[in-house]
């Protein structure tokens, strides 16, 4: 009886552990009106499309696409995001795009340039539940010292689940590399302060 006990305590505290991995990385902040929304490649298309649901709820007035291409012959992923963002209904007028950015540390940094030229002041970030914690991280880190303001809100995506990213792929392995990023980030001192 006592080894039954032991396997279902087991079991359930390696669910446990699962599943606040997941909202561990899935970090979100209540929503409130921004300047801009800000989403950063590198998905199918939630990040977008959670973008566009945001700017049609009149949070923020712009969305700023961020991403460049792994093929330097493509286009970059920002305007690939753009033009999704206009199929579904924002005026292009309402974009700003950066291009360039190949890595989560190089969209932070290259967005918090774009948005102090716009005297933005706030934005609200999107991207990718399991990535949201890493990406947030890198902003905060890159705004330090400047007067902008910044709101966590994971992309809304069906295809990964807080609770149980570890019961399928791609979910999984994304959620794995992912944690295997940000521990290698923290081991670098990413979230120590600057001196």
Do not use: C
Not at 12 to 25: C, D, E, I, N, Q
Not at 99 to 123: D, F, G, M, Y
């Amino acid at each position: 009886m006592r080894f039954v006990v032991g396997f279902v305590t087991g079991i359930a505290a390696t669910l446990a552990v699962l599943m606040s991995v997941g909202h561990f990385l899935a970090v979100e902040d209540p929503l409130r009106q921004a300047d801009a929304i800000v989403a950063i490649s590198g998905d199918q298309g939630a990040r977008t499309a959670t973008a566009v649901a945001l700017w049609k709820q009149g949070l923020a007035p712009v969305i700023v696409f961020a991403g460049s291409s792994e093929d330097p012959a493509s286009l970059p992923s920002a305007e690939i995001m753009k033009r999704e963002a206009v199929r579904l209904g924002l005026p292009a007028d309402r974009v700003l795009t950066e291009p360039s950015s190949a890595t989560t540390l190089e969209n932070a940094t290259r967005v918090v340039e774009l948005l102090r030229a716009h005297q933005i002041k706030s934005a609200i970030l999107v991207t990718s539940p399991y990535h949201q914690r890493r990406a947030s991280a890198h902003f905060a880190r890159q705004l330090q010292g400047t007067e902008i303001t910044f709101t966590n809100y994971p992309a809304r995506d069906d295809q990964w689940d807080p609770r149980l990213w570890w019961a399928r792929e791609p979910s999984r392995s994304l959620t794995l590399v992912e944690v295997a990023k940000l521990g290698v980030e923290v081991m670098g001192g990413l979230f120590r302060r600057p001196s």
